[in-house]
T-cell receptor, first 112, second 121 residues
Framework: SQQGEEDPQALSIQEGENATMNCSYK?????LQWYRQNSGRGLVHLIL?????REKHSGRLRVTLDTSKKSSSLLITASRAADTASYFC????????????FGKGITLSVRP | GAVVSQHPSRVICKSGTSVKIECRSL??????MFWYRQFPKQSLMLMAT?????????EQGVEKDKFLINHASLTLSTLTVTSAHPEDSSFYIC?????????????????FGEGSRLTVL
């Protein structure tokens, strides 16, 4: 069963604005990851945050994790038209049999 | 970063034929690969976990005789859609985990192929 649920399902912003996407999950996790998918392409790993971390940065990306609320947010600052894509959160439990469960995704459109 | 190559990127076939999709890790060894299916504007649905040298583990509801998975080496896994029908038309994506990654084999990050779009007429 799907673990992560992102919101909003679709987001349209102007270039230069910040984009905030949220993800909620249901069970205990070891890590939460965000991926990006351009239309018709494979997924690209953006950032991983472990369950003992609260915030992580990577370039224009900022991810937060609140394990008490079972939620995460992905912030893209100073968005660009090239950021237009679908974004998925995925939850995982590390270990020999680990696998990721993906949410439904958020479609981000950045208007030039 | 690690590269996963998936081939073919697009395939069109007639109903009743079988189609093989290959997933290769180009610069790392992958003891585990994952096969996903994605419908338009929807999430990735895990179909099966492919383990090198052993049988694949299928998710509930996925027919193992319909979707044959072979993981014969540390760099190659194949998915064969047997006796394909129009309802099998979909975007199939593989991913792999770097078994020898600096952070260890089970840190979580997956490397994805570019996907294979299957259209069954």
């Amino acid at each position: 069963s799907q673990q992560g649920e992102e919101d909003p399902q679709a987001l349209s912003i102007q270039e230069g604005e910040n984009a905030t996407m949220n993800c909620s999950y249901k069970t205990s996790i070891n890590n939460l990851q965000w991926y990006r998918q351009n239309s018709g392409r494979g997924l690209v790993h953006l950032i991983l945050i472990r369950s003992n971390e609260r915030e992580k940065h990577s370039g224009r990306l900022r991810v937060t994790l609140d394990t008490s609320k079972k939620s995460s947010s992905l912030l893209i600052t100073a968005s660009r038209a090239a950021d237009t894509a679908s974004y998925f959160c995925a939850t995982g439990i590390t270990g020999a049999n680990s696998k990721l469960t993906f949410g439904k995704g958020i479609t981000l459109s950045v208007r030039p | 970063g690690a590269v996963v190559s998936q081939h073919p990127s697009r395939v069109i076939c007639k109903s009743g034929t079988s189609v093989k999709i290959e997933c290769r890790s180009l610069d790392f060894q992958a003891t585990t690969m994952f096969w996903y299916r994605q419908f338009p504007k929807q999430s990735l649905m895990l179909m099966a976990t492919s383990n090198e040298g052993s049988k694949a583990t299928y998710e509930q509801g996925v027919e193992k005789d319909k979707f044959l998975i072979n993981h014969a080496s540390l760099t190659l896994s194949t998915l064969t859609v047997t006796s394909a029908h129009p309802e099998d038309s979909s975007f199939y994506i593989c991913s792999a985990r770097d078994a020898g990654g600096a952070s260890g084999p089970n840190t979580g990050e997956l490397f994805f192929g570019e996907g294979s779009r299957l259209t069954v007429l």
